[in-house]
Each structure stands twice: as C-alpha cells, then as structure tokens.
C-alpha cells in the first residue's frame, strides 16, 4: 500500500522567502502526483498535477518537481505572501488504486506580513 | 479547472438522526466519486468508492449500514450517515473524476466539504 510523509509538518516564513514544501511515497509504481491546497474548514484545491512521464510542473509561483526513483516530491512556492497561508497537502496515485489517492498528512504553512 | 458542489457546508444534527450530504460534478460526468473523512489536523482518509448505478465499495473499517452511498445519476452522489452519534462528527470531502478524460490522466477534483456536528 502506498504510504505518503509530509516533512515538515508545519513551516513559519516572513513574506517574499521561498516556500519549500516535501512529500515522500513509497510505491514506486506511482503514476501521478497531485498537490493540493487546503484552506482552514475548507475543502481541496488543486495545484498542480504531475504525472509519473514529468519530472517537473509549473504554474505561476508554483513548481513541482517529481523523482520517482527517489521517491520523493517537492513544491517549490517563489516569494510566498501571506495569502499563501494554508495546509498543502500532496496525494499519490497508482495504476491500481483505479482513481484512488493516498494522502500525506500535509504542512501547515503561515507567511507572516 | 472543473467543479465539484458538496452540500450543506455546515450541518449540526440530534445524535440518532441521519444527515445525507451531497455531492454533484457539475460541468462533467464522473462515473466514480470518492468519499472521504478528515479529523482536525490529520489526513484524508478514503471511506468508500462510489460507482454510478451499482454497490459502492467501503474501505476496511468503515460500516456500510452507518454510511449510505448511493450513486443514483453520472453527476451526483450522496452520503447519509446513519443514527448519526457524537463520534461521526467530522469534516466530509467528496471528490470525482472526469469520466471522459479517464482516472489516470487527469487530476481529482473535491467539493467544499461538510462539517458534521452531532450534539
């Protein structure tokens, strides 16, 4: 079974510092990769979606990048602002979970002003 | 990107009665949709699979008598906790896919989510 580890669980960084975020999977059978944000009492948006062919996906500030033999992803957030506050959370997909998503337990992060 | 209506948002319920939250794909058709539980600070955890017109498929652990899933068109899917306790309270998410796109290659989408509180 696909097991997903988010490191750190929670991160505090001034406005403008670039965000960091890390997501680890142990089924290298892996086939894609989704990061989502999640906003407090609120439900998921989408990110970014990796497929397992990609080693990299971009949109705006945000880039991810996916190593399957490593096992491991990242997020990468440019000059974060304090509206990018929120829990990120990052889910694996494999080719039998037929639509399934395993879920990190995701970091919490605040950018102060 | 595509979207996903969950509803009610907020729901507070008698402990004994049952609530049914929905969930409605509302510019695709998804022949599958997700149902997940998330307690305070944790992760997603999957509850059941939801197949339009047949039996949903429940995780382990998970009672099907307590939480109904019912699939009844290509756009919605309902979940009704069952003689709802204290313990059910929660945040519900529900989550589908673009049936003609297929499950592989494109990304998930989730509703709002519903918190449940059961006084």
């Known amino acids: 079974k696909q097991e997903v580890t988010q490191i750190p669980a929670a991160l505090s960084v001034p406005e403008g510092e670039n965000l960091v975020l890390n997501c680890s999977f142990t089924d290298s059978a892996i086939y894609n990769l989704q990061w989502f944000r999640q906003d407090p009492g609120k439900g998921l948006t989408s990110l970014l979606l990796i497929q397992s062919s990609q080693r990299e996906q971009t949109s705006g500030r945000l880039n991810a990048s996916l190593d399957k033999s490593s096992g491991r992803s990242t997020l990468y957030i440019a000059a974060s602002q304090p509206g990018d506050s929120a829990t990120y959370l990052c889910a694996g997909l494999t080719t039998d979970s037929w639509g399934k998503l395993q879920f990190g337990a995701g970091t919490q992060v605040v950018v102060t002003p | 990107g595509a979207v996903v209506s969950q509803h009610p948002s907020r729901v507070i319920c008698k402990s004994g009665t049952s609530v049914k939250i929905e969930c409605r794909s509302l510019?695709?058709?998804?022949?599958?949709m997700f149902w997940y539980r998330q307690f305070p600070k944790k992760s997603l955890m999957l509850m059941a699979t939801s197949n339009e017109g047949s039996k949903a498929t429940y995780e382990q652990g998970v009672e099907k008598d307590k939480f109904l899933i019912n699939h009844a068109s290509l756009t919605l899917s309902t979940l009704t906790v069952t003689s709802a306790h204290p313990e059910d309270s929660s945040f519900y998410i529900c989550?589908?896919?673009?049936?003609?796109?297929?499950?592989?290659?494109?990304?998930?989408?989730f509703g709002q989510g519903t918190r449940l509180t059961v006084v």
């Open positions: 510019d695709f058709q998804a022949t599958t």
């Open positions: 989550s589908a896919r673009d049936r003609d796109r297929g499950w592989l290659n494109t990304e998930a989408f």
